[in-house]
């Protein structure tokens, strides 16, 4: 298993950064992380030399194709997360997941996990969750060998857009705001869990099945922020404010911002009443789930990997 050629498209985001230190963890070393985002690359490049990683749009067919040849394992993780057009969504979600299959369909690759999204089974009607649903269901219809496997809302090192983008916000405000009166209930999941799942997922070779991993732990925002606040020590006043006020706020930010870090449909789905399927994913994949606090903790005071942040 050690020697398994694997590959990661989109593997220079959080699931990927995550991804790559804990099956170094493990031995690997025969590792391609294949990605567009040049900062991101950087940073993966500079914290893991000893693997390959290579600059490439997988929507546009290249040389980069060649990599495919021989790999044993594929992870899907490429991923349109945030964006205010659909176009991002549709290119890097659908377009590029087209390229892949065909690629891994070609080279005859024995086995994928496809990263879809827990957003496939939400009441939510957005560009992400909609591109998300589309792409699950390419991945399923293709006949490749995989395993899907459909996270919750994730935290961890290299958090760049949610609980890591919200924890520098809170060290450079004096008040954070929260929408309504915060007790949205959320699962959010451990990104270094996830990978342990993704490990043992190569390692056993599960096909045809999809599965939900959410967080077992059911916690409100408001205490997702206030765990935040503790663990990195933040000055700031938390004060609440009704919700219109709040989507209002973030229309306006975005016309100054071609990228915000939280939308108005982010909002909408945040404050939507979803609750996800838990399952036995400690006892199915043999990992231990690590408790929400002492995530949180490693999450913020890692003395490696906690001060890297990402480039949206």
């Not at 997360?81 to 377009?95: C, S, Y």
């Not at 399923?140 to 609980?163: A, N």
Request: with cysteine; hydrophobic share 45%.
């Amino acid at each position: 298993m050690k020697n398994i050629k694997i590959l990661l498209p989109g593997g220079a985001g959080l699931v990927g950064q995550n991804l790559v230190a804990f099956l170094k963890k493990r031995g690997h070393r025969n590792i391609v992380v294949l990605d567009k985002h040049s900062v991101n690359i950087g940073i993966l490049r500079r914290m893991h030399p000893d693997i390959t990683v290579v600059d490439a749009d997988l929507a546009v067919r290249g040389s980069w194709e060649n990599y495919f040849e021989g790999a044993d394992a594929v992870v899907m993780l490429q991923a349109q997360i945030g964006d205010l057009n659909a176009e991002p969504f549709v290119r890097n979600n659908i377009t590029t997941t087209e390229v892949i299959i065909d690629l891994i369909r070609k080279n005859r690759i024995p086995y994928t996990v496809h990263i879809s999204s827990s957003v496939v089974e939400s009441v939510a009607d957005d560009h992400y969750t909609n591109t998300k649903k589309q792409q699950e269901a390419m991945v399923l219809k293709s006949g490749i060998p995989c395993v899907v496997l459909r996270p919750t809302l994730m935290f961890g090192w290299f958090d760049r857009k949610h609980l890591g983008w919200l924890s520098r916000f809170m060290k450079k405000v004096h008040v954070f705001p929260i929408p309504g009166n915060g007790r949205y209930i959320r699962q959010p999941l451990y990104v270094g869990d996830f990978c342990e799942i993704i490990i043992s997922c190569l390692e056993s070779g599960i096909t045809g099945q999809v599965f939900n991993i959410t967080g077992l732990e059911q916690v409100t925002y408001i205490d997702i922020i206030r765990e935040i606040k503790k663990a990195t020590r933040a000055k700031c006043v938390i004060v609440h404010i009704p919700v219109t006020l709040f989507s209002i706020l973030l229309g306006i930010w975005a016309l100054f911002d071609t990228n915000p870090p939280f939308t108005v449909s982010q909002l909408k789905a945040l404050t939507a009443k979803d609750e996800f399927e838990v399952i036995d994913w400690p006892g199915i994949f043999h990992v231990e789930p690590t408790p929400f606090s002492k995530a949180i903790s490693e999450t913020f005071n890692d003395k490696q990997y906690s001060g890297v942040v990402l480039e949206f």
